[in-house]
């Protein structure tokens, strides 16, 4: 990779800015470096990119934020490990922004988990085990007690939906679905339902477990339209409030 000085200098700072972390994951791409290795020290980089030290340092502090780099204070600077935090905080914030202002982005986020599940649903049928179908009735079984006791059941649900989609056995899959169930829970936390919001153990806990075991007999039998059908109205209580949200907003 060929990187000259005067090419930074012409530039203005945040295209200086863009060009160098541009310019370092290029270099980690082509030196085949993989999540946990090392960098090259900062004074290597510096002298390689042509750049000084403080504008390396910013660069730097922007592939951190972008989970691409992570810094080991007594170390040094390594390829960060495969994680999809940036994006759920970036998510997360633009989500809760977009409940001042209509809730439409909310929306759309809490969309794209409902398509994700629901689309997948099928494949995770034909993969489940029985061991996996065991796992989820207990954390359905979890989330039964639960409700009966008036107490809210968040570790019980996020589980439930892991197990679900962890038979595809696809890691890519479960960092983004983790994403979007963070971002679900900020959102369904803002606007007041189910589960979380339901402290004093209200009919929405009652549903909520309700749906899930319906849910969890349509996986053991292998029904995967119905499903389907079901993680989609799994959803509709809290798409529903937002479109309140937003008519209110």
Not at 217 to 236: C, G, I, Q, Y
Request: hydrophobic share 45%; charged share 25%.
């Amino acid at each position: 990779m060929t990187t000259t000085p005067t090419r930074h200098v012409r530039l203005g700072a945040q295209q200086r800015l863009r060009a160098l972390t541009s310019d370092i994951m290029e270099l980690i791409l082509e030196r085949d470096l993989l999540p946990g290795d090392a960098l090259p020290t900062e004074q290597e980089l510096t002298a390689e990119l042509g750049v000084g030290r403080n504008t390396l340092r910013e660069s730097i502090k922007v592939l951190q934020a972008l989970g691409v780099v992570e810094i080991r204070h007594g170390f040094g600077m390594f390829v960060a490990n495969d994680n999809l935090s940036a994006l759920a905080d970036s998510l997360t914030f633009r989500g809760r922004m977009s409940l001042q202002h209509k809730g439409h982005e909310a929306s759309e986020l809490v969309e794209v988990r409902q398509a994700l599940e629901a689309g997948l649903i099928g494949s995770a049928i034909d993969a489940a085990t029985p061991e996996q179908l065991a796992a989820l009735d207990a954390a359905v079984t979890e989330m039964e007690r639960r409700a009966e006791a008036g107490e809210n059941f968040v570790a019980a649900d996020q589980e439930f939906h892991r197990l679900l989609f962890s038979c595809l056995d696809n890691e890519l899959l479960t960092n983004l679905l983790g994403v979007f169930w963070q971002v679900y829970r900020t959102i369904h936390d803002a606007v007041g339902t189910g589960a979380v919001a339901d402290s004093d153990g209200g009919e929405d806990l009652r549903d909520t477990a309700r749906i899930h075991r319906d849910i969890l007999d349509a996986v053991t039998a292998r029904d995967k339209p119905l499903a389907s059908e079901l993680m989609n109205r799994h959803f509709d209580g809290i798409r529903g409030r937002l479109a309140v949200f937003a008519g209110g907003a």
